[in-house]
């Protein structure tokens, strides 16, 4: 059964620093990480590739770093200069295939369950 646990959200001041963290329990080609924010659709954050090739989204560049550890099949997000606009569930996500491109959510094979990142300003 394959599986995305996400760990390391938590409730942060703003300013702050957090790293999440995904551990799958198969090696994925694509990976990526989305949240979605109270009362809004799911959206995008950042996504990485096999050969370690990532692609963020303006809201969060410059900002969050994503990463890989294919060796432990673990996926992070390093997350600074956190705002109350970043307050958001957040969700890894896994993919069989490689993309050139942003895929569309449903292209993603396996969703973890969500965790929690709460920003207090």
């Known amino acids: 059964q394959v599986q995305l646990v996400e760990s390391g959200g938590d409730s942060v001041q703003a300013g702050g620093s957090l790293r999440l963290s995904c551990a799958a329990s198969k090696y994925f080609i694509s990976m990526a990480w989305f949240r979605q924010r109270s009362g809004q659709g799911r959206e995008a954050v950042a996504r990485?590739?096999?050969?370690?090739?990532?692609d963020y989204v303006n809201a969060v560049r410059g900002r969050f770093t994503i990463s890989r550890d294919n060796a432990k099949n673990t996926l992070y997000l390093d997350m600074n200069s956190l705002s109350s606009e970043d307050t958001a569930m957040y969700y890894c996500a896994a993919a069989w295939c490689s993309y050139g491109y942003w895929p569309p959510q449903e292209k993603y094979n396996y969703w973890g369950q969500g965790i929690q990142v709460t920003v207090s300003s």
């Open positions: 990485i590739s096999s050969d370690f090739n990532t």
